[in-house]
């Protein structure tokens, strides 16, 4: 279970911090219009990166967790939707170390 659980927050961290990066980007498009020229690739490729390749992975990872830790529904739709709206994959992943290990997460094997 500790290693579904690295592997969900990797993607977690990674998924959310694309997401963060795309709203950033296209809300300074809204402010500023004239940044469109130079924000326009960073819009495309982070938002095919994210929806196309990270979005799907992270979707994968919080299955795999949810499905190894035996929690219930609730759970794996909150992490799903938690890939929908910025800063939300942060909390949602601080949310699950805190009850799943209430200790603190484990350090990895050797």
Known sequence: MDAAF???RLM???????LLTLFLTLALHQWD???WKSLRPVVVIDGVGHGMVLYPIY??????FVLK?????????AMLLAGFVPGVAFVVEWYLAR??????IPRRRA
């Open 33 to 35: 219009l004239s940044l």
């Open 12 to 18: 977690s961290f990674v998924t959310g911090t694309t």
């Open 69 to 77: 830790a035996k929690l219930n529904l609730a759970y794996l739709l």
């Open 59 to 64: 979707m994968i990872m919080s299955f795999q």
């Open 6 to 8: 690295r592997r969900y």
């Open 99 to 104: 009850k799943i290990y209430p200790e603190g």
